[in-house]
T-cell receptor, first 115, second 117 residues
């Protein structure tokens, strides 16, 4: 069993739809959770990060963490064609120190938003 | 915002040669940088942690003599793929975190596409 499971999709939605992306994890020691967006042949771009259970909102994006269920989500409201990319969840054991950079990534979900 | 620059963006080399990839933090100091590898349609896998002024820490299964890492300053880390072979062809991505206090997130470079012929 992988430490982080993410449905690879692909996911195709019409413009304006609400998109829900999810990851589950098995290691309860993970404390820091991130969502990255990766366009083709580019490095991942940080979208959201959080270190506690609950919701965090930034514009059209909402990140949700449920540590009791070991489940994280990213919601995209009013999705746009420019949101078409691969979305990667990532998590780490600690919020600081060198171990912070040892991110464990999900497989990534390919999202296409069509006009 | 924090910017991590990686160079070159793409390189093609012949089998047996060595390739150096640079990773720079442009507007912040990074005592620690990280090197990841990503195969097509797969996720990122951490290869090693690069520590300024000391030896890198490699993940299990990563050959330290093949993937040489140097972190000579607070803004530059290099990854050298030595005696490259076709199976080393991959997308190599570096990342860095500010050395400033607090929980700053990790930022990634745009990656280097290595093709070994």
């Amino acid at each position: 069993q992988k430490e982080v499971e993410q449905d690879p999709g692909p996911l195709s939605v019409p413009e304006g739809a609400i998109v829900s992306l999810n990851c589950t994890y098995s290691n309860s020691a993970f404390q820091y959770f991130m969502w990255y967006r990766q366009y083709s042949r580019k490095g991942p771009e940080l979208l959201m990060y959080t270190y506690s259970s609950g919701n965090k909102e930034d514009g059209r994006f909402t990140a949700q963490v449920d540590k009791s269920s070991k489940y994280i989500s990213l919601f995209i409201r009013d999705s746009q064609p420019s949101d078409s990319a691969t979305y990667l969840c990532a998590m780490s054991l600690n919020a600081g120190g060198t171990s912070y950079g040892k991110l464990t990534f999900g497989q990534g979900t390919i999202l296409t938003v069509h006009p | 915002g924090a910017v991590v620059s990686q160079h070159p963006s793409r390189v093609i080399c012949k089998s047996g040669t060595s390739v150096k990839i640079e990773c720079r933090s442009l507007d912040f100091q990074a005592t620690t940088m990280f090197w990841y590898r990503q195969f097509p349609k797969q996720s990122l896998m951490l290869m090693a942690t690069s520590n300024e002024g000391s030896k890198a820490t490699y993940e299990q299964g990563v050959e330290k003599d093949k993937f040489l890492i140097n972190h000579a300053s607070l803004t530059l880390s290099t990854l050298t793929v030595t005696s490259a072979h076709p199976e080393d062809s991959s997308f190599y991505i570096c990342s860095a975190r500010s050395a400033a206090p607090g929980n700053s997130p990790l930022h990634f470079g745009n990656g280097t596409r290595l093709t070994v012929t």
